[in-house]
């Protein structure tokens, strides 16, 4: 099925958000990666990092297209750890 024009549209504006987000996890990450990562560990763990993300945005646009998108979803949230807390805004950032 080929895709429509739309669809590239928010297929390349997840892939673009997807890196940006990428690049704010990894440099939160750098003192981290510094004391425990190598920097071939770090190179393999950069694209597992994009991609987890891109696939959460693309089904995050995408729930109301594939039940099994829907799926995915149900899945990932169920799998969310009671204890986790609620996330908040870096140390590095400054409005």
Do not use: C
Not at 75 to 87: G, K, L, R, V
Request: negative net charge; charged residues 25%; glycine residues 2%.
């Amino acid at each position: 099925m080929e895709e429509s024009l739309n669809d590239t549209v928010l297929r390349e504006a997840n892939q673009l958000q997807a890196k940006y987000i990428a690049i704010v996890v990894r440099n939160a990450m750098e003192e981290f990666h510094s004391k425990y990562l190598s920097d071939e560990q770090m190179k393999e763990l950069n694209p597992i990092i994009r991609n987890a993300i891109y696939t959460a945005l693309y089904t995050i646009n995408n729930h109301r297209k594939s039940e099994n998108v829907k799926a995915f979803i149900k899945q990932q949230f169920a799998m969310i750890p009671a204890y986790w807390e609620d996330p908040e805004l870096i140390d590095g950032f400054k409005e």
